[in-house]
C-alpha cells in the first residue's frame, strides 16, 4: 500500500508562485514515474505535468513553461513548481504514482494510488 500525501496548496494573486510536493510513504518511487493532476468542477482529473524514473518530465500545453515538476528520491518526494499563476489554474492537485509505465504517463488509467489532494486558488 502506498500513502500520497501534497502540501503547499493556499491562495495566490494572479501572477504568483507555489511550490507543491507530495511525500509518498510504503513503497520507495525510486524507480518508478510519478504524476501530477488537477480536477475543477467536473469528474475528470486533468493532467498537469509527470516525471518518469529518469527524470524525463512531460507537462501538458496549458502549464508548459510555467510549471516545473521534480523529484528527489532520497526524500521519497516530487515536487510541482508553478510560476506565472492564472485563476483558470484554480482547482484540486492530485500527486499520484508510482507507475512503471514509460508512456502514457498523461493518463491517469497508469496510476493507482492517489493523494488526497491539496486546494490552489488563483485570484484575479
Known amino acids: 500500500q502506498v500513502q500520497l500525501e501534497e502540501s503547499g496548496g493556499g491562495l495566490v494573486s494572479a501572477g504568483g508562485s507555489l511550490r507543491l510536493s507530495c511525500v509518498a510513504s510504503?513503497?520507495?518511487?525510486?524507480?518508478?514515474?510519478m504524476g501530477w493532476f488537477r480536477q475543477t468542477s467536473g469528474p475528470e482529473r486533468e493532467f498537469v505535468a509527470a516525471?518518469?524514473?529518469?527524470?524525463?518530465?512531460y507537462y501538458s500545453d496549458s502549464v508548459n513553461g510555467r510549471f516545473t515538476v521534480s523529484r528527489d528520491d532520497a526524500k521519497n518526494s516530487v515536487y510541482l513548481q508553478m510560476d506565472s499563476l492564472k485563476p483558470e489554474d484554480t482547482a484540486i492537485y492530485y500527486c499520484?504514482?508510482?507507475?512503471?509505465?514509460?508512456?502514457?504517463?498523461?493518463?491517469?488509467?497508469?496510476?493507482?494510488?492517489w493523494g488526497p489532494g491539496t486546494q490552489v486558488t488563483v485570484s484575479s
Open positions: 499520484t504514482g508510482p507507475s512503471g509505465a514509460d508512456e502514457g504517463l498523461q493518463s491517469a488509467s497508469q496510476y493507482v494510488y
Open positions: 510504503g513503497r520507495l518511487i525510486r524507480y518508478s514515474a
Open positions: 516525471i518518469s524514473w529518469d527524470g524525463n518530465t
